[in-house]
């Protein structure tokens, strides 16, 4: 099973509202990704846990709130959210920490729009 | 800081025919990796092929191989006898510093390709 799934595929949220993003992987990777995706542009990341501990938070905006409650999951809990926040959420995993030759398994992604 | 650059915005092939895609790359560090991602419409990033700079020979999978000139910080990607389903967006990585002294996988801002019949 080389698979990462994400729920939901699409989300469409008012600014008011809190909702959370949920990925998971039973490839047993020990490192998880949240990356964000705007139309037309690279992938760019948000947050990774590695052994289920946050290790990096690469200056992501509080109404952004990550939750790692196994090392099979990996929760994105978003509240007052803003229109320009609309992306597409990439979650990835990696058998262990970035190194130089881990590479990265991808779900297809959470198609997310603030209203 | 590492940086990554993918020159073509979009590219177009026929189908069976080979395409090369454009990376170069500027590190300053003697070890590194160039990865290469697949984005189809439906959204998920498919790893298709690594490179590490200490690898003495070009890497290939299959139909993907990498041009790799190290001299020349390049690794394209060629995609021989191109398929319909090919047509995606191709990103170039690698790996850069993030906060806190851990690393972070950066990516280029990618190439259209389409496979036109």
């Known amino acids: 099973d080389t698979e990462v799934t994400q729920t939901p595929k699409h989300l469409v949220m008012g600014m008011t509202n809190k909702k959370s993003l949920k990925c998971e992987q039973h490839?047993?990777?020990?490192?998880m990704y949240w990356y964000k995706q705007k139309a037309k542009k690279p992938p760019e990341l948000m947050f990774v846990y590695s052994y289920e501990k946050l290790s990096i938070n690469e200056s992501v905006p509080s109404r952004f709130s990550p939750e790692c409650p196994n090392s099979s999951l990996l929760n994105l809990h978003l509240h007052a959210l803003q229109p320009e926040d609309s992306a597409l959420y990439l979650c990835?995993?990696?058998?262990?920490?970035?190194?130089?030759?881990?590479?990265?398994?991808f779900g297809s992604g959470t198609q997310l729009s603030v209203l | 800081a590492q940086k990554i650059t993918q020159t073509q915005p979009g590219m177009f092939v026929q189908e069976k025919e080979a395409v090369t895609l454009d990376c170069t790359y500027d590190?300053?560090?003697?070890?590194?990796?160039l990865f290469w991602y697949k984005q189809p419409s439906s959204g998920e990033m498919i790893f298709l092929i690594y490179?590490?700079?200490?690898?003495?020979q070009n890497a290939t999978e299959g139909r993907y191989s990498l041009n790799f000139q190290k001299a020349r910080k390049s690794a394209n990607l060629v995609i021989s006898a191109s398929q319909l389903g090919d047509s995606a967006m191709y990103f170039c990585?690698?790996?850069?510093?993030?906060?806190?002294?851990?690393?972070?996988?950066?990516f280029g801002k990618g190439t259209k390709l389409t496979v036109n019949p």
């Open positions: 590190t300053s560090d003697p070890s590194y990796g």
């Open positions: 990835a995993s990696s058998q262990g920490e970035m190194g130089t030759n881990e590479k990265l398994f």
């Open positions: 490839m047993g990777h020990r490192a």
């Open positions: 490179q590490g700079s200490y690898d003495q």
């Open positions: 990585a690698m790996r850069d510093l993030a906060q806190g002294g851990s690393e972070k996988l950066v």
